[in-house]
DNA sequence: GAGTGGTCTAGACCACCTA
DNA sequence: AGGTGGTCTAGACCACTCC
C-alpha cells in the first residue's frame, strides 16, 4: 500500500501534469484535455482542474487560451537587451538597438508612438532628474514595441524641457538619423554613462492588458538615467518588459 | 444615470480596493475586511472576493496570512545589487557586497553554506566557463543569504577545477579576508569584467519554499560570469533573488 | 452550434491563528 | 472557541473560437 497524497488535490493534479510536460507526452505547442476532461478523469469539481491549471499557468509552463484550450507554452529565446543598447558602434546601422536584436532573433521589430506631451513629472523622475514638481518641467514621450505580433516593451522617456523645447523631439518622428540620442548630442549632451535600475514584478491589470500578456508572466521594471559627459542627468527613461520574451545584459568593466 | 460597470465584479472589487490602498484608507499593514465581510458589502460570493483578493495579491499590494486576515503589504526598500558589488573600493570593509548593502538599509545581513562539492558542470555553465559536460570539471557551491530573518538570494557558484583544486574554496568557510573572490586572485585571476544576464519569471515551487515566497512574487534570476584580465571567464554565479525584497543596479561608461 | 475557458453562486469542510 | 484564509463541490451562465 502506498502512503496517500495528503496534499490538496489541485496540487496532486497540477504535479501530475507538470511531469507529463517535462516527459514530453505533452510537448511544447500540444493542447491539454479540456478542463472538463480534466476534471471527470480525476474525478473532482471542475473549479479544483481550474485551480491546478493556474499553478501551471503561474510557473509559466502552460498558457490558456479563451475558447481554445490550455496549451503547453514553447520555450523561446529572449529578446536580451543591456549596457551596449546605447553603444555608438550600433550607431551606423541606423537601427534602434531593440530592432537590431529583434533581427538578430529573426523576429520583424515596430514601435508605435502613444503619446507625446508637456507634463509635471513624477516624484521619481523629478528626483532623479533634479527637476521641480511643480510645474510642467519635463516632455513625456511615451512608445510600445513590437516583436513580430506581440507588444513586448512600453517605453516612457522624460526629457527636461529646457533640453526638448524647440527641438524634434516634440514631433511624433524623430527625423535626426540617429534617432532621439542625435538630437540630445545636437544640444550638447553625449552620454557617458547610464545608471539602470531593475526591479520585476507583477504587472499591473493595465499593463497586463495593453502587452496582453498571459496570467503569470511578471515584468521587468527598468528605471534609466543617461548622464552626460559632465555626469549631470539629462534624460530618464522606464522600460517596462514582458520577462518570458525578453531579458537584460549587461557587460561591464569593473571599476 | 452613471454607465454601469460591465466589467466582471471581481475586477470592479479589486479596482475599489486598489483605490483604497493608494487613497491611503488602507494604509500598509492595515488588515483589510474579512472575505466573508467583503463577500457581504459587495453582495457577491466569497469565491467572488477571493478571486478580487487574488488579483491584488498578484500585483503585490497586498499579503494573504492563513488565520490572520490579508494584509496591505508594506513598500520595503530593494536591496540592489549591481555591477560595483565586485568594485575593489568595498574591499577594505571586509564585508561582501550583500552585507554591505544590508547594512545600509538597517539590516541584518548573514549567509548559510548549504552545499560544496565537485560535480559535472550543467550545460549553459560548461557553455560559458568553456568546460566539458562529461566530467567534473566544475566546484559547486551554494549559499543562501538572508536579510533580517528573510531568506532573499539563492546563489550557485561554479569554479573549474583546475582553478578551485587544492585551495580555501573547497571549504565551507573562505579564510581568505577578501573572501572568494581573494582566492580567485591569489590563483592569477582579477576580475576585470562581468557578464550579467538577467531574466524574471515566477519560481519553481522548490524556490518558493525554499525563500518562503509569498504568492505572485516573482524571482530575479541573474547569471553573472567573471572575465580577468586576459578576457578568460574563470567563474560563474547564478543568483536567484526575491522581486519583492531585491532589485539589481548597474551604473556603467557606454562604451 | 458545439466546445472551450472565464466568471460566479451558495454552500461545505479543513488548517491556522488569536484569545 | 471563534474567526480567518485555503480548498473543494456541483452546479450556472457568459465570451470566445472553430466548424
Redesign the pocket.
Known amino acids: 500500500m502506498t502512503t496517500p497524497d495528503?496534499?490538496?488535490?489541485?496540487?496532486?493534479?497540477a504535479d501530475e501534469l507538470r511531469q507529463a510536460i517535462s516527459a514530453g507526452q505533452l510537448a511544447p505547442g500540444a493542447?491539454?484535455?479540456?478542463?472538463?476532461?480534466?476534471?471527470e478523469q480525476?474525478?473532482?469539481?471542475?473549479?479544483?482542474?481550474?485551480?491546478?491549471?493556474?499553478l501551471l499557468s503561474e510557473s509559466g509552463l502552460v498558457v490558456?487560451?479563451?475558447?481554445?484550450?490550455?496549451f503547453v507554452r514553447a520555450a523561446s529565446n529572449l529578446i536580451r537587451l543591456g549596457n551596449d543598447r546605447y553603444s555608438p558602434k550600433h550607431r551606423e546601422t541606423g537601427l534602434s538597438p531593440f530592432l537590431i536584436e529583434c533581427a538578430k532573433q529573426g523576429k520583424a521589430g515596430r514601435f508605435e508612438v502613444l503619446f507625446v506631451e508637456r507634463v509635471v513629472p513624477p516624484e521619481y523622475v523629478a528626483r532623479r532628474l533634479n527637476l521641480p514638481t511643480d510645474s510642467e518641467s519635463v516632455l513625456q514621450r511615451e512608445n510600445v514595441f513590437w516583436a513580430d505580433s506581440d507588444p513586448v516593451q512600453g517605453v516612457t522617456t522624460w526629457i527636461p524641457w529646457t533640453i526638448a523645447e524647440g527641438t524634434d523631439l516634440l514631433n511624433d518622428v524623430i527625423g535626426h538619423p540617429y534617432g532621439i540620442h542625435g538630437v540630445f548630442e545636437d544640444q550638447g549632451h553625449t552620454m557617458a554613462r547610464l545608471d539602470d535600475e531593475i526591479s520585476a514584478r507583477m504587472p499591473t491589470p493595465d499593463e497586463r492588458e495593453r502587452m496582453q500578456l498571459p496570467?503569470g508572466v511578471p515584468v521587468i521594471d527598468v528605471l534609466h538615467t543617461s548622464l552626460d559627459q559632465d555626469g549631470v542627468p539629462y534624460e530618464l527613461t522606464r522600460f517596462v518588459l514582458r520577462a518570458d520574451l525578453s531579458g537584460l545584459r549587461y557587460n561591464v568593466p569593473v571599476e
Request: no cysteine.
Open positions: 495528503r496534499r490538496p488535490a489541485s496540487e496532486r493534479i493542447k491539454l484535455p479540456s478542463e472538463r476532461e480534466l476534471a480525476y474525478g473532482t469539481a471542475r473549479n479544483t482542474v481550474r485551480q491546478a491549471v493556474r490558456a487560451e479563451h475558447g481554445r484550450g490550455v496570467p
